[in-house]
T-cell receptor
Framework: EAGVAQSPRYKIIEKRQSVAFWCNPISGHATLYWYQQILGQGPKLLIQFQNNGVVDDSQLPKDRFSAERLKGVDSTLKIQPAKLEDSAVYLC?????FGTGPNYGYTFGSGTRLTVV | RKEVEQDPGPFNVPEGATVAFNCTYSNSASQSFFWYRQDCRKEPKLLMSVYSSGNEDGRFTAQLNRASQYISLLIRDSKLSDSATYLCVVNPGRYKLSFGAGTTVTVRA
């Protein structure tokens, strides 16, 4: 079974520039998550989609971050404009259905490492 | 107060030693609990779930104390390959997973 695909693996941008990350979940997984993991911290949920609808975006800094999952499959996370404190690894995860936890196929992608200079 | 707190370590132990560490969680209504392993520059991967009665998976033993709101992980007969960051993960309800900042374990030859 193919895993969660993310691209790019690495990105370096200057502050105030924009950047976009892409995630393709495991085939058939209805739920998709974007996490931000700052160095030395655990992953923090930014946004959760169920199919193409947003379930939770309470921790998404909406003044600069946006995300979409238009067809309920792959997803894009955008930052515009980027700040130095956005330097982090952005992890995408997917699970088969709403509310399923790690016991039931919840899988992370390998992440995109963003450096803002 | 953070939802999940862990001792960051590092725990530096020789091969063959036993190492144990805890995490505490703030939401008493939390429903399920997990330990994840994260290698340097890799994504987190599920190590094991934590059940109320305690559970083992090979050299790994997890315990849950709901009254005191903490979870523990014990690693017996440590291997070099056990060197990693161990993330404590709590489901406080519904779909959400809350991650601790991780405990770093380094096993030396």
């Amino acid at each position: 079974e193919a895993g969660v695909a993310q691209s790019p693996r690495y990105k370096i941008i200057e502050k105030r520039q924009s950047v976009a990350f892409w995630c393709n979940p495991i085939s058939g997984h209805a739920t998709l998550y974007w996490y931000q993991q700052i160095l030395g911290q655990g992953p923090k949920l930014l946004i959760q989609f169920q199919n193409n609808g947003v379930v939770d975006d309470s921790q998404l800094p909406k003044d600069r971050f946006s995300a979409e999952r238009l067809k309920g499959v792959d997803s894009t996370l955008k930052i515009q404009p980027a700040k130095l404190e956005d330097s982090a690894v952005y992890l995408c995860a997917s699970s088969p259905s709403f509310g399923t936890g790690p016991n039931y196929g919840y899988t992370f992608g390998s992440g995109t490492r963003l450096t803002v200079v | 107060r953070k939802e999940v707190e862990q001792d960051p370590g590092p725990f530096n132990v020789p091969e063959g030693a036993t190492v144990a560490f805890n995490c505490t969680y703030s939401n008493s209504a939390s429903q399920s609990f997990f330990w994840y392993r994260q290698d340097c520059r890799k994504e987190p991967k599920l190590l094991m779930s934590v059940y109320s009665s305690g559970n083992e998976d090979g050299r790994f033993t997890a315990q849950l104390n709901r009254a005191s709101q903490y979870i523990s992980l014990l690693i017996r007969d440590s291997k070099l390959s056990d060197s990693a960051t161990y993330l404590c993960v709590v489901n406080p309800g519904r779909y959400k997973l809350s991650f601790g900042a991780g405990t770093t374990v380094t096993v030396r030859a």
